[in-house]
């Protein structure tokens, strides 16, 4: 059964930084695309960072480009984003996702089909 969970939530002053964490079994991890997803209240959830199977190629959406850093550790099982300049926008669930099939995120990525974690509650605070 594939497996994800999140760590390393919390609550974080503006300007501020975390990094999560997600570790994974279940499946090949160093087979698989991994994603970072987010929910705000009231909102939809969308994929915000997807990294490919061997570090290869690092996906991000506009808002989180250039403050976010996705990384993984295939030899740990685990993925990581790293996440700085932190502003309240940022308030959400984010869950980790691991591809269902795909070993690179593609063009896809954010509406690839995924198995997500239960999520981390990251709230920021102005």
């Known amino acids: 059964e594939v497996q994800v969970a999140e760590s390393g939530g919390g609550l974080v002053q503006a300007g501020g930084s975390l990094t999560l964490s997600c570790t994974a079994s279940?499946?090949?991890?160093?087979?698989?695309?991994m994603a970072w997803f987010r929910q705000a209240p009231g909102n939809g959830r969308e994929a915000i960072s997807c990294?490919?199977?061997?570090?290869?190629?690092?996906y991000y959406i506009g808002s989180v480009q250039g403050r976010f850093t996705i990384s993984r550790d295939n030899a740990k099982n685990t993925l990581y984003l790293q996440m700085n300049n932190l502003q309240p926008e940022d308030t959400a669930i984010y869950y980790c996702?691991?591809?269902?099939?795909?070993?690179?995120?593609?063009?896809?990525?954010?509406?690839?089909?995924?198995?997500y974690g239960r999520g981390t509650q990251v709230t920021v605070s102005s």
């Open positions: 279940g499946f090949t991890f160093d087979d698989y695309a």
């Open positions: 990294i490919d199977w061997r570090n290869s190629g690092k």
């Open positions: 996702a691991a591809s269902s099939g795909e070993a690179y995120c593609l063009d896809s990525w954010r509406t690839n089909t995924y198995y």
